[in-house]
């Protein structure tokens, strides 16, 4: 699925010694800049090098999936033996995990200032072409910046090669500084990418990416920490600049599984997944680039199956099963209610109590849908970092500020990402008249659904009579029950069995259900609630919801609510101290010791020392 194409010689030239073979005078596998840069593949290669970083194992290749705790509420990760680190919050800044992450995003800075530094080199390349690979240097070394100021507050600033191993003592900007430097980079990148219709897939920077992340950005500096309000103006600008690109048509896919399939199989929909990290091929392919996406966040599979291994060492949240309500289809395609076997799947039951419902893995990542030889923990899963649905509800909460309450436009944006996942099913099944003379359970006939998506169900019998009717189990496990899709009511038919008189009547789900309630729009507060669960819903394990918390200044508390709640349902459990260990301190992770014992001018966050 790879359009942009890493060569390990590139890693070493905008690393800088990274690759440095030691004790040798004159070392083989460094390429100096002097002697580089002078051709336009020379700066794909480059460009390249930037990208690298944004799919490195340390970020969404994948520690963003599972051990930087990212999920917050959402789910935990139930690898007890991995005792401790950022996923349960209970470490150091010693840690290797946060120090990787750290390392990771200023390597991507440096190479992103590296390229800047010379991708005008050889005036006689495309200047065209230069600005393209300007503007996209510029805005992922902003993305990479505001990764870092969402978890760690201020954090040096470089906009130079690092030229030296001795000059490096940089103090903190602040806060409001580095939020300054991401607005900056990224704004500069706008106009220099192309759009998305010309670039024609979501793997490399587009205006709508820039235009979309920049409103992200906005809403972060809006909320806590900095908490400056006049941003909230800036990130509905950017929304909508999305949303009024008529040349891109960004559009919801009308399938929310199929978002997750495409990623998982190839494929590109630039009108939903706006930027994404790419990843293709596996560990037997040449010059693969993989994740471990669906094999670390997805159903249990052993290796042995037809359906790639899955080690699942992300268990969901009771809070998280319970958040959707009945009719939203988004709970079955994000939760396993099913097993993988050696051929296919085993469907099983929902859970019978409430500490059970703790024990369920994510489902959203299903390497089934994977188009190459699916091996060990190796996947060529896409990671979505930006998708239009995001753009829209980021939209309608910036306006629900802007204008002290929600607007009709935003309710219709939050009504739309309801409706797209909702049920027209059948709701429920009530037997008017249960017959007599049954001998055997009778066969249960739906009428048509719209489109040939038709409910089937089988019949129970007690006593010569019918005494209820069940849909059957989705065996794609796409939804729960094969409750087809209808435009009203349809009729049931009740015949054989050795019996007569049974009937029965149906009621189904309407894509209105999915409309956001009075109560839920009736005030700032409300719909800022509403948006709030939107938002846990339909970005479930896609590496947003810490960042979320954070920004509205509940983490704290969502996280001690959990804990209380877990406390009950499964007291004594290890996954109870993955909330309840979370503190003040937590509200920014150290900087890791490996740069405060060599940056002797940077100081640390609070609580870590």
Avoid at 153 to 180: E, F, L, Q
Avoid at 500 to 529: C, H, M, N, V
Wanted: net charge neutral; glycine share 8%; with cysteine.
């Amino acid at each position: 699925m790879k359009k942009i194409y890493y060569l390990p010689v590139l890693i070493c030239l905008l690393s800088f010694g990274s690759c440095k073979k030691y004790l040798e005078t004159k070392p083989t596998d460094f390429l100096n800049p002097d002697a580089y840069y002078e051709t336009e593949a020379q700066l794909e290669f480059a460009r390249a090098g930037v990208y690298h970083n944004v799919g490195a194992p340390q970020l969404w290749g994948s520690w963003a999936n599972y051990l930087l705790g990212w999920q917050a509420d959402e789910g935990y990760m139930n690898r007890f033996t991995l005792t401790t680190g950022p996923w349960n919050y209970f470490y150091s800044s010693a840690d290797s995990y946060n120090a990787g992450y750290w390392a990771n995003l200023y390597n991507g800075i440096n190479r992103a200032n590296v390229l800047l530094a010379n991708v005008d080199k050889n005036p006689a390349i495309n200047k065209t072409k230069r600005d393209i690979i300007r503007g996209e240097a510029m805005f992922l070394r902003g993305y990479f910046y505001f990764q870092l100021v969402q978890y760690y507050g201020g954090v040096p600033i470089k906009t130079t090669p690092t030229a030296s191993v001795v000059d490096v003592d940089i103090p903190r900007a602040s806060i409001k500084d580095t939020y300054a430097q991401i607005i900056s980079d990224m704004e500069a990148a706008e106009p220099l990418v192309p759009g998305i219709a010309a670039l024609g897939y979501g793997g490399a920077i587009s205006k709508s990416a820039v235009r979309g992340i920049l409103a992200r950005v906005n809403l972060h500096m809006a909320g806590a920490p900095l908490n400056d309000k006049s941003r909230y103006a800036e990130a509905s600008k950017w929304a909508k600049m999305v949303i009024d690109d008529t040349e891109a048509a960004h559009a919801l896919n009308p399938s929310y599984p199929q978002i997750f399939i495409n990623l998982c199989s190839d494929k590109y929909d630039a009108k939903e997944s706006i930027w994404e990290a790419e990843f293709w091929g596996n560990s037997s392919v040449q010059n693969s680039d993989f994740s471990n996406i669906g094999y670390i966040n997805g159903p249990t599979s052993a290796a042995t199956t037809i359906n790639g291994d899955g080690v699942a060492y992300l268990s969901i949240t009771s809070k998280f099963y319970d958040v959707f309500e009945p009719g939203d289809n988004r709970k079955w395609w994000s939760i396993t209610h099913f097993s993988y076997t050696a051929t296919g799947k085993n469907m099983g039951n929902l859970p019978a109590t409430q500490a059970a419902k703790n024990t369920i893995r994510p489902a959203k990542w299903r390497r089934e849908f994977e188009v190459v030889q699916k091996i060990g923990a190796n996947t060529p899963n896409n990671a979505p970092i930006l998708r239009y649905t995001d753009v829209l509800l980021m939209y309608a909460e910036a306006q629900n500020e802007i204008n002290n309450g929600p607007t009709p436009e935003a309710i219709n944006y939050v009504n739309l990402v309801r409706k797209r996942a909702w049920s027209t099913g059948i709701r429920t099944i009530t037997v008017t008249n249960g017959g007599s003379g049954y001998t055997t359970a009778p066969t249960v006939t739906f009428s048509a659904g719209v489109g040939g998506a038709t409910a089937t169900g089988v019949a129970t019998i007690s006593g010569g009579k019918v005494t209820a009717i069940t849909l059957n189990r989705d065996l794609t496990g796409t939804i729960f029950n094969v409750e087809g899709k209808y435009s009203s009511a349809p009729t049931i038919t009740i015949t054989g069995g050795g019996g007569t008189g049974a009937t029965a009547t149906a009621t189904i789900y309407s894509a209105t259900d999915a409309e956001l309630k009075p109560a839920q729009t009736a005030s700032k507060a409300a719909f800022l609630a509403a948006i709030q669960d939107e938002r846990f819903r339909e970005f479930n394990y896609e590496g947003l919801r810490k960042a979320d918390l954070l920004r509205w200044g509940i983490f704290l508390q969502v996280n001690q609510d959990v804990g209380n709640l877990l406390s009950n349902e499964i007291p004594g459990d290890q996954a109870v101290k993955y909330f309840t260990n979370v503190s003040a301190k937590d509200l920014f992770m150290p900087i890791p010791t490996t740069e405060t014992t060599t940056n002797l001018a940077i100081t640390q966050n609070p609580g870590w020392n």
